[in-house]
């Protein structure tokens, strides 16, 4: 089946522990207040999108263990295409110790696994020629040889004029620079917070470093800023679009949800003022529920939230 959105790499599971405070230094602790298993990485936008109406789906590894059923069939259970995960044997699935603290911060402890194993070979091009948009994160371009098999679905796509959203992720400092070049020039619209904007350009003005993207041929630069909302750097100019007053709970999977709902308004054919609007919403919603993965919004919560906020209630595709 066609699908609206395929992404290729970065199946974690979230290993969540919410503390008061983050440890500071040698020999500080903290007392943890329980521990659970949550989908992460890619699953965030996958779920929110498939949540939103698209038809979503993902090509990769996970492992032939727990953690591996877990991924695959949560993600099954929101209606996202698993068919083209493989299992690896004798590999433990990618996962991540995330601490939430009191405000809502995170910290991240990573365990590289099965999805690093991905390869090229893996990437059938009619599943990318077929679909409408390319979802690329940062986090699948580190290591080989999954980041040989995301380049490979970028020229792909890239080879049919099937737009391409690209995420660069905390840490693009660690992807080759020709890499980043490669899929910056390939991408349709860049959606990163001001640290990444900052690793890309070295550029500390935000309107200027934005603009230096889209003189690398993006279209689209979104800005995100938290709970300040967003930026937008498009052909009608640099326009900021304010958030919501919302209480964070836990920012975890708050970006991907906004991606998520970039992606649905532009497949929309939103004006992306709208859809980076929509975008703010979705991802305010976020940040006031606990973990991310199945923990994205609702349809239902989004609706309530628009109608709360008096803001427009219609974005079916």
Known sequence: MPLDVVTVGDSVVDIVIPVPRFPAGNEDSVVGEGMTWQLGGAS?????????????GI?????????GVFFVEGLRSE?????????????????CICMVDERGDHAYIGFPGATEHLTPERIEPEHIRSSRLLYVSGYALATSPLRDAALKSVEIARGVGIPIFFDPSPIINRVDER?????????????????????????????????????????????????????VNSGSGFERIPSYDVRAVDTTGAGDAFNAALAYGYLAGWPQKKAA???????????????????????????RFMMEHEEETDFSL
């Open 79 to 95: 209606g996202v295409d698993v068919s083209r995960i493989c299992v690896k044997e004798g590999v433990r699935t990618s996962s």
């Open 277 to 303: 609007r929509f975008a703010n919403i979705v991802g305010a919603v976020k940040v006031t529920k606990m973990g991310a993965g199945v923990n994205v919004p609702t349809k239902a919560e989004i609706d």
């Open 179 to 231: 890499v980043r070049e490669q899929v910056i020039g390939a991408s349709k619209l860049i959606s990163l917070n001001v640290r990444e904007l900052e690793l890309l350009t070295a550029i500390s003005d935000l309107e200027e470093a934005a603009g230096t993207l889209r003189d690398d041929g993006v279209e689209t630069v979104v800005l995100k800023l938290g709970g300040e909302g967003c930026a």
């Open 44 to 56: 965030n936008f996958l779920i929110q999108a498939s949540r939103l109406g698209l038809a979503a």
């Open 59 to 67: 090509v990769d590894c996970v492992g032939d263990d727990d953690l």
